[in-house]
């Protein structure tokens, strides 16, 4: 994208990674909708490496714990410094350390995140990080699940990713975000492409019909049961449309049908 778009109001994401391992975040750069997006200037993607804070001939960034036990925790002063310099640099972003007592990421959480001017990502590796980074630096603290790693970059990762694929422009028409799993509350329909018979599995003879109405009442209906039988969970927190209770209906009817032949 040229300067000249940019300032018609395209306004660019920045997310700055905040690690003492900046290579890893390199191949998940290379590739894809992430490497389409960094290349249009939609969002920019920097790593700090928390080493070029720390002192002396080692630059070591962690220490043993106070009160003792195995494992050590990353150091103060070179992740505070670190962030710092971060904010200076970028002080409309929002500053979140990836942890597993953070609050639940979601599609929600992403949607949230996505309205932000910029984040700021602290992976935190060892056994944790000082608390006093946490009380003062932090304006949120983010987990991807109920899970422990070996650190926090992984977590940074797929919150980069799926916060940019809802950025307004990223997605091309025929792939927005809208029409996601999660977005309606349902899990998305089946979908088929060539060959029309895989192995003696055929496509549905609807989605080869060319008649729209029925391909979007089958996809709906795709949706609802694959939704029921993979996570009724969702379907209960979901307040169904008055169409999507007369399909579930009518598959209750065909199911007491066969129970009562
Ligand atoms: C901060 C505190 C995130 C970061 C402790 C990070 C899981 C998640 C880390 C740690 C992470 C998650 C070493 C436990 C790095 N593990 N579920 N590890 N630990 O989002």
Not at 69 to 93: I, N, R
Not at 114 to 141: F, M, P, Q, S, T
Not at 147 to 161: F, K
């Amino acid at each position: 994208m040229t300067g000249i778009e940019k300032s018609h109001g395209v306004r660019q994401m920045k997310f700055s990674i905040l690690t003492i391992f900046p290579e890893m975040i390199q191949a998940f750069l290379a590739h894809g909708i992430i490497r389409l997006a960094v290349e249009r200037e939609q969002i920019s993607i920097s790593s700090v490496n928390i080493r070029d804070f720390a002192q002396g001939r080692h630059r070591v960034t962690d220490d043993r714990p106070y009160g003792g036990g195995c494992g050590m925790v990353m150091k103060p002063e070179p992740l505070f410094d670190a962030v710092q310099w971060t904010k200076k640099e970028s002080p409309e972003s929002k500053t979140i350390l990836l942890s597993p007592q953070g609050r639940l990421f979601d599609q929600k959480l992403a949607r949230e995140l996505a309205a932000a001017n910029g984040l700021i990502l602290i992976c935190g590796r060892y056994e944790g990080v000082d608390e006093r980074i946490c009380n003062h630096l932090i304006d949120d603290e983010i987990s991807i699940g109920d899970y422990i790693m070996t650190g926090g970059e992984l977590a940074a990762m797929i919150i980069i990713d799926a916060v940019t694929r809802l950025i307004p422009g990223i997605l091309g028409g025929e792939e927005s975000a809208e029409k996601d799993s999660f977005e309606n509350g349902l899990l998305e329909h089946a979908h088929y492409t060539r060959p029309g018979n895989f192995n003696g599995d055929e496509v549905p003879d609807v989605l080869l019909s060319g008649n729209h109405k029925k391909i979007e009442d089958w996809r709906l209906e795709s949706s609802l049961m694959r939704t029921l039988m993979k996570r009724p969970d969702l379907l209960q927190k979901k307040s169904l449309t008055g169409h999507e209770i007369e399909i579930l209906k009518k598959w209750c009817r065909n199911i007491e049908d066969i129970i009562r032949s």
